[in-house]
């Protein structure tokens, strides 16, 4: 357990519906960083927060796709309008500057199947 | 675009074995390198990491060594042992000006055998 937690595990919705995933970083870290994962594939970032702010998107972010950290503590994902290629498992790391490190510590995810 | 890759998909070692998991790189930018164990149902683990001013990390039972001039990384694990079944993912920073985003390759799933 690396103290990144994330909810919920799993979530089966069906296509067109709206979903939404909370991630909780361990307390003292300032960066959180959102990830995707297919079957067989590496994590691909999607977003990154230092704090509040959203510093860094990426491509594979659509606009159905909205990320926050409104204290600068726990951050939501939420993807709307859900399609079949939504399914993955969303992965939420976190980290805390210290001088030569992007260490990131991974939570379990949440695994999301799009009916 | 640029992207971490990996040599072989799957490595099945003996218990008691040393295992060697290789990983290739074409970002001439990153400067970070760091290596992850994903076990089923699980996020990654981070189990070491180097910059690239380093050419070899030792942690324990693992080392990770760095080839600059090839764009070539490795982990080796001492001893392999069942507990170390999982999938390794070795991961760049992309360098040039990157907030700390990993860029991950595809993965290698080592099996241990008993």
């Known amino acids: 357990d690396t103290g990144v937690s994330q909810d919920p595990r799993h979530k089966i919705t069906k296509r067109g519906q709206n979903v939404t995933f909370r991630c909780d970083p361990i307390?003292?870290?300032?960066?959180l960083y959102w990830y995707r994962q297919t079957l067989g594939q590496g994590p691909e970032f999607l977003t990154y927060?230092?704090?509040?702010?959203?510093?860094?998107k990426s491509r594979l972010l659509s606009d159905r796709f909205s990320a926050e950290r409104p204290k600068g503590s726990f951050s939501t994902l939420e993807i709307q309008r859900t399609e079949q290629g939504d399914s993955a498992m969303y992965l939420c790391a976190s980290s805390t500057r210290t001088s030569g490190s992007y260490e990131q510590y991974f939570g379990p995810g949440t695994r999301l199947t799009v009916t | 675009g640029e992207s971490v890759g990996l040599h072989l998909p799957t490595l099945s070692v003996q218990e008691g074995d040393n295992s060697i998991i290789n990983c290739a790189y074409s970002?001439?930018?990153?400067?970070?390198f760091i290596w992850y164990k994903q076990e089923s149902g699980k996020g990654p683990q981070f189990i070491i990491d180097?910059?690239?001013?380093?050419d070899k990390r030792q942690g324990q039972r693992v080392t990770v060594l760095l080839n600059k001039t090839v764009k070539h990384l490795s982990l080796q694990i001492a001893a392999t042992q069942p507990g170390d079944s999982a999938v390794y993912f070795c991961?760049?920073?992309?360098?040039?000006?990157?907030?700390?985003?990993?860029?991950f390759g595809k993965g290698t799933k080592l099996s241990v055998k008993p």
């Open positions: 991961a760049e920073n992309g360098g040039g000006g990157s907030q700390g985003n990993l860029i």
């Open positions: 307390s003292e870290h300032n960066r």
């Open positions: 180097i910059r690239s001013n380093m």
């Open positions: 927060f230092q704090n509040e702010a959203q510093l860094e």
């Open positions: 970002n001439s930018a990153s400067d970070y």
